[in-house]
């Protein structure tokens, strides 16, 4: 396997990508991010009317389009209540449980644009007063975040411009080792916007011409389910979600390899176009396995389910603990990025 891009380049951009806040529905900084990456490379880019970006590389072929499409959006929280012992109760945005996010550290900001910190605790966290701090559930009623502020009821936090409704991010505790493992919270599905975004600039670097207009659409809804079901052109008779392959008990997908999903909670996917990857991959001495997510939607099954006439696809680089304290190695986004380049330089698949 050829090592361009430059694996440690694309883990620099990931921390760079994971250490914006962007819970669903407040992703405005991480989109400038990704708008600014690819203005410096003289890529066409427009944003949608949902908040999302869409570039374009013009192909050959003009009347048959490909979309390859990754999620900036991340899990996080609202502020539910503002509680009278001075702390928050929090309202979950995505598919997490709240056991995943005990103990750690957050941010809050106000609708003004100001910022705080705290951490999210269990109400019954110490166990010098609470006999059953280890038994308590972790739910709603019992966690709370405790503001890095000098704030004894809910008016000494009103009093700082914290209200229902401000947005709450997790702290990513982002960190890369020497054995190259990425650790971090949000590696889903920034992991996979950091290999498109490579993916574009070894295109250009290259001076590739594709053989289709390609576009890629950095999707902001993802977690909370309609992302990418929209701003699909006409044309397009391919459209390949790249996000990431969930690792447990019973699972095929590692951190080593790029998962090629052939299922998931939605049914399966385009048969031919999977045998397209895997043929891809094969010849290619990509590392691969295929695999089956029964608790997963991406947003190619978002466009299918929207009514889109279109072939779909999933690929994505496997990602440990997901919707939690994530990890990947750099040889899955070294995989992925080497699938997703064969792949855009390929014909499209017959349907």
């Known amino acids: 396997m050829t090592t361009y891009p430059n694996v440690n380049e694309t883990k620099g951009l990931l921390r760079q990508l994971v250490s914006i806040p962007s819970p669903s529905g407040n992703t405005g900084k991480v989109i400038q991010f990704v708008e600014d990456f690819l203005k410096d490379l003289q890529v066409e880019t427009r944003r949608n009317r949902k908040g999302g970006l869409i ?16 999620h900036v959006d991340t899990l996080g929280a609202m502020v539910k209540e ?30 003004d644009g100001d910022v705080f910190t705290g951490t999210i605790l269990m109400r019954q966290t110490s166990v010098h007063v609470y006999k059953d701090a280890g ?81 890629f659409l950095i999707s902001n809804n993802e977690e909370i389910g309609y992302g990418g079901n929209s701003n699909i052109t006409p044309e397009t008779v391919e459209y390949l979600a790249v996000d990431m392959g969930a690792m447990g008990d019973g699972q ?37 396995k295929q695999d089956i997510y029964p608790y997963y939607g991406s947003d190619a099954s978002a466009a299918i389910r929207a009514g889109h006439d279109i072939i779909h696809g999933l690929i994505g680089p496997g990602i440990d603990s997901s919707h939690a304290y994530e990890r990947t190695h750099e040889t899955s986004l070294e995989y992925t990025e080497q699938l997703l380049y064969h792949y855009v330089k390929s014909e499209l698949v017959d349907y």
Do not use: W
């Open 55 to 70: 570039a374009t590389l013009p192909g050959k072929n003009n009347d048959e389009q490909r979309m390859l499409t990754a």
């Open 82 to 111: 503002v509680k009278n012992n001075g702390r928050l109760r929090l309202d979950l945005i995505g598919g997490f449980k709240y056991n995943a996010i005990e103990g750690e550290y957050c941010e809050i900001q106000t609708s």
């Open 135 to 215: 038994k308590a559930e972790r739910n709603q009623e019992n966690m709370e975040v405790r503001i890095d502020a000098k704030v004894e009821n809910a008016d000494d936090i009103r009093e700082l411009g914290i209200e229902v409704g401000d947005f709450v991010s997790f702290d990513p505790r982002v960190q890369l080792t020497e054995t190259g493992f990425v650790k971090s919270r949000h590696l889903d599905d920034k992991a996979s916007v950091a290999t498109l975004l490579q993916l574009i600039k070894r295109v250009k670097e290259e001076g590739i011409t594709l053989p289709y207009t390609t576009h």
């Open 252 to 288: 095929m997908t590692d951190e080593y390899t790029v998962s090629i999903c052939v299922k998931d909670a939605s049914g399966p996917y385009h048969y031919g176009l999977r045998k397209h990857l895997v043929e891809l991959a094969a010849n290619n001495n990509i590392g691969y």
